[in-house]
């Protein structure tokens, strides 16, 4: 410590700070930077969500990504996480999906590409419903019979819900993304009455021109309607049934909705009716939006009808496609081409989503999603394989009591030092934050010093010191946990 001026200056013993962070990765292995920190704490995190029998596209896309990030680093830092997609698999649009189906059934075969000809099916009704007020009558009663019961109606929501389910198991599966719970909102379908008592109950609940509401305009918030005026129950119900489960099933700390801020509304009024359901303060305090922002188009906003919705498997397949002919250009005779192409191609979409704040809209640019260049998944991977490559040609990890410190002083040794230190903050500042694009800034920031740390240094040197000193660091690559 220095007393400079008016300033305090500390400087930190870089031989210290050396042997203390190798020490600390060396005890901690695989949990080094977690400290199980999230011990006894229970957290939700709510993503992806899609809606059954509508296309899965890159604004889901960027929803399952953090989610799943989220996800991961909850559970890496010790929290018991649960991840739940929260399937948007009722409403009355699957009342006008079984009147399509019946007028036209037959000229579709469901089997094959579901989610385009259940969209199809979905334009022409929604057209037709437009023009006459008879066939939309009956999609409402089609949705009355699915809640009635009506074997036939079921039976066909259901055909909808496991075909949908089937073609989104497809990319959850190419992203490796995992869900604890798939309750979406139909589950909740018989469990809005108590909400609605127990809003009544708090004295919260009133008549509006036949409606059940919750009255938020002294909050600027309008009002919330519970229940519509033919009793039935709508999207902020249901979202309530869910608060109300989950406090009771999972008694959470932390209940983090991945959810588009267009729905922020939507949001702020849920959290607000959910003070009249009795819940704990605890559980109502761990009630958070985690709002990303919107992907758009060069040309403006997605649109389902003037088909310009970008769908995922074909935005993976066009990745890995493009990896491919990288390959055949630059080393044609690697092995597992096929393999090594779908990792590539998918990790470049997946960090793609991942290293900007989550808040700000994206426009989507084929050009910037697939660059393999510069700050990239593929980047990363890079020096992660060549941390590796260099373990494999040394056969063996040394041990601490191999190294000697004082090797490791030069200026790129210890900002790699220095940058693992870091990672524990890292990870709390993830998580204070809800920002998953903090790991990945940090992950580009880590690559980065060990590429220089690797220019700088022969690493594998023939001095044994040397060569130990200068692996051990390395450890960390290849115990680190896959987060
Ligand atoms: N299915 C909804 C959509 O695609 C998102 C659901 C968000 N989650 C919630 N609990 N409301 O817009």
């Known amino acids: 410590v220095e007393i400079a001026g008016g300033y305090l200056n500390f400087y930190i013993n870089?031989?210290?700070?050396?042997?203390?962070?190798?020490?600390?990765?060396e005890n901690a292995g695989e949990n080094f930077g977690a400290n199980n920190s999230g011990a006894g704490k229970n957290v939700i995190v709510e993503y992806s969500s899609p809606n059954i029998a509508k296309p899965f596209h890159i604004g889901h896309l960027r929803n399952t990504v953090i989610?799943?990030?989220?996800?991961?680093?909850?559970?890496?830092?010790?929290?018991?996480?649960?991840?739940?997609?929260?399937?948007?698999?009722?409403?009355?649009?699957?009342?006008?999906?079984?009147?399509?189906?019946?007028?036209?059934?037959?000229?579709?075969?469901?089997?094959?590409?579901?989610?385009?000809?259940?969209?199809d099916i979905y334009v022409r009704i929604n057209n037709l419903c437009k023009e006459d007020e008879e066939v939309l009558e009956k999609c409402r009663e089609n949705f009355k019979k699915i809640e009635e019961g009506d074997p036939?109606?079921?039976?066909?929501?259901?055909?909808?819900?496991?075909?949908?389910?089937k073609e989104f198991q497809k990319i959850y599966g190419l992203l490796n993304v995992k869900f604890d719970s798939y309750n979406g909102e139909a589950f909740y379908s018989d469990k809005m009455d108590e909400v609605v008592e127990r809003i009544n109950a708090s004295g919260a609940l009133v008549d509006s021109e036949g409606a059940k509401i919750?009255?938020?305009?002294?909050?600027?918030?309008?009002?919330?309607?519970?229940?519509?005026?033919?009793?039935?129950?709508?999207?902020?119900?249901?979202?309530?049934?869910?608060?109300?489960?989950?406090?009771?099933?999972?008694?959470?700390?932390?209940?983090?909705?991945?959810?588009?801020?267009e729905q922020n509304l939507h949001f702020k009024q849920v959290f607000e009716v959910a003070k009249h359901l009795g819940i704990s303060?605890?559980?109502?305090?761990?009630?958070?939006?985690?709002?990303?922002?919107?992907?758009?188009?060069?040309?403006?906003?997605?649109s389902t009808r003037e088909g310009t919705v970008i769908k995922v498997d074909k935005l993976l397949e066009e990745s890995i496609d493009r990896v491919l002919k990288v390959i055949e250009e630059k080393n044609p005779d690697m092995e597992n081409k096929e393999e090594e192409a779908k990792k590539i191609g998918i990790g470049a979409v997946i960090f793609n989503n991942l290293c900007s704040t989550i808040i700000k809209?994206?426009?989507?640019?084929?050009?910037?999603?697939?660059?393999?260049?510069?700050?990239?998944?593929?980047?990363?991977?890079?020096?992660?394989?060549?941390?590796?490559?260099?373990?494999?040609?040394?056969?063996y990890v040394p041990t601490i009591d191999q190294v000697d410190f004082s090797v490791l002083q030069d200026k790129s040794s210890i900002t790699v030092?220095?940058?693992?230190?870091?990672?524990?903050?890292?990870?709390?500042?993830?998580?204070?934050?809800?920002?998953?694009?903090i790991l990945a800034r940090y992950l580009i920031e880590l690559a980065t010093a060990f590429s220089n740390f690797y220019n700088d240094n022969k690493i594998?040197?023939?001095?044994?010191?040397?060569?130990?000193?200068?692996?051990?660091?390395?450890?960390?690559?290849?115990?680190?946990?896959e987060i």
């Open 281 to 302: 303060e605890k559980n109502l305090n761990g009630l958070e939006h985690v709002a990303y922002g919107m992907v758009r188009l060069t040309t403006g906003k997605m």
């Open 67 to 119: 989610g799943s990030a989220l996800y991961r680093i909850y559970k890496y830092l010790g929290y018991n996480t649960t991840g739940i997609n929260h399937l948007g698999d009722y409403g009355t649009q699957f009342g006008k999906m079984i009147e399509g189906y019946k007028r036209w059934g037959n000229e579709y075969n469901l089997e094959e590409n579901p989610i385009d000809q259940c969209m």
């Open 152 to 165: 036939y109606c079921v039976a066909m929501w259901n055909k909808f819900k496991d075909l949908s389910l």
């Open 214 to 261: 919750v009255d938020l305009e002294d909050k600027g918030l309008g009002v919330c309607i519970i229940k519509k005026s033919d009793g039935t129950s709508i999207y902020a119900t249901r979202d309530l049934a869910a608060v109300l489960y989950r406090a009771k099933t999972y008694d959470f700390d932390k209940c983090l909705y991945v959810v588009a801020y």
């Open 417 to 437: 030092l220095k940058t693992l230190y870091n990672f524990e903050n890292v990870l709390k500042s993830v998580v204070d934050k809800n920002e998953p694009s």
């Open 460 to 481: 594998i040197d023939e001095d044994e010191t040397v060569k130990n000193s200068n692996m051990n660091p390395k450890k960390i690559f290849k115990n680190q946990k």
């Open 14 to 25: 870089k031989l210290v700070l050396t042997e203390n962070v190798l020490k600390e990765i």
């Open 361 to 395: 809209d994206q426009v989507f640019d084929w050009n910037i999603v697939l660059n393999f260049n510069g700050e990239t998944g593929p980047y990363i991977q890079y020096v992660y394989v060549r941390t590796k490559s260099i373990l494999d040609k040394l056969g």
